[in-house]
């Protein structure tokens, strides 16, 4: 299998991963960025303005997906960059030495848009690219999805709410609305099915 299956994606879904690219002086960048499955050999990533990683995917037309779960990684991906023995080259392309896999992807489509969302107006660069060569690094790789994490910390919080009162509750009603919102955006129908079940379960706990 050469298709993103291959290194278990699903259709619809959105994983965290690191993109790779290059500065304009040739070295190499990283950031943790959501990329969203599209189709089996096309993915669909959201820039906002001002990043390293726009403005290189914009000057090179193409980046590297990186999946990976390692910690320090993202950290140093989103403060500033990994130090340069974290990186590896493979055909005039970065990735990240310590990944499960990885794939080059050439843009299809770019296109800047104002977008409104709970924080306010931005804009954001949405890019269409193809899927071209997958590197699997691992046998068994598991790209990095957010909706299973959210479904357990909402669970998490339904079972203390027999505990909890005042602003603690209300700080856990307002966990929950924001898990909610986070499953619905990056998981598949399953997560989607299970959240819906935790939010009627709260819902017997509403606020006076
Ligand atoms: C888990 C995670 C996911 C992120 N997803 C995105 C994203 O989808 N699009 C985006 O523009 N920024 C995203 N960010 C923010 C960028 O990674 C952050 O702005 C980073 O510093 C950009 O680095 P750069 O300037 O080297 O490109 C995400 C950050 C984290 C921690």
């Known amino acids: 299998m050469s298709d993103l299956a291959s290194i278990g994606m699903e259709r619809g879904m959105l994983y965290e991963t690191i993109l790779t690219t290059r500065n304009p002086d040739g070295k190499p960048n990283a950031a943790p960025i959501g990329v969203i499955c599209k189709d089996m050999d096309e993915v669909v990533v959201y820039l906002h303005e001002g990043s390293r990683t726009v403005k290189n ?14 910690p320090l990684i993202f950290v140093e991906s989103t403060l500033g960059n990994p130090p340069a023995d974290n990186f590896a080259e493979y055909k005039d392309n970065f990735y990240i030495k310590t990944t499960e896999a990885f794939f080059k992807a050439k843009v299809n489509h770019l296109r800047d848009v104002e977008r409104k969302d709970q924080f306010g107006v931005s804009r ?85």
Not at 142 to 152: D, H
Not at 175 to 182: A, D, F, L, N, P
Request: glycine share 6%.
């Open 57 to 70: 995917i914009k000057k090179e037309g193409e980046f590297v997906v990186n999946i990976l779960k390692d």
């Open 124 to 208: 954001t660069t949405i890019v269409r690219a193809g899927v071209e060569e997958i590197v699997k690094k691992k046998d068994q790789v598991e790209p990095l999805n957010r909706a299973i994490y959210g479904i357990i910390e909402a669970l998490v919080y339904l079972t203390r709410m027999d505990l909890v009162s005042g602003d603690t509750e209300r700080l856990y009603h307002h966990r929950i609305r924001e898990i909610s919102r986070i499953v619905n955006k990056v998981g598949g129908p399953e997560h989607k099915k299970a959240m819906k079940r935790v939010l009627e379960a709260f819902s017997e706990y509403s606020l006076e």
